[in-house]
Nanobody, 115 residues
Framework: QVQLVESGGGLVQAGGSLSVSCVAS????????MGWYRQAPGKRRELVAT???????NYAEAVKGRFTISRDNAKNAVYLQMNSLKPEDTAVYYC?????????WGQGTQVTVSS
């Protein structure tokens, strides 16, 4: 079993920065892919960014150039640095881990960007 615990997030004005972190525990394979998704009120959950165990990254077009995903394999942790935040970035951000055929989710952390 895998558990994901997020931290960070909060309230920031447009143009500001925030970061969120996620630590995984349990049976983690070195090949696991980790990432972040978000869900705004009334909308479907969507990809923000993912990162493989060797550091290959993938970003949603909406966040490219503003967000940076990173991970620390030794700590089973993934991070998301969010810069130049916009009101449309407001959402619950979920940590995600995929290994083999299983996907795991954190409980989510709120990010609110005021205009």
């Amino acid at each position: 079993q895998v558990q994901l615990v997020e931290s960070g997030g909060g309230l920031v004005q447009a143009g500001g920065s925030l970061s969120v972190s996620c630590v995984a525990s349990g049976s983690i394979f070195s090949s696991a892919r980790m990432g972040w998704y978000r869900q705004a009120p009334g909308k479907r959950r969507e990809l923000v960014a993912t990162i493989t165990s060797v550091g290959f990254t993938n970003y949603a077009e909406a966040v490219k150039g503003r967000f940076t995903i990173s991970r620390d394999n030794a700590k089973n942790a993934v991070y998301l640095q969010m810069n130049s935040l916009k009101p449309e970035d407001t959402a619950v951000y979920y940590c995600n881990l995929v290994q083999r055929v299983y996907a795991y989710w954190g409980q989510g952390t709120q990010v609110t960007v005021s205009s």
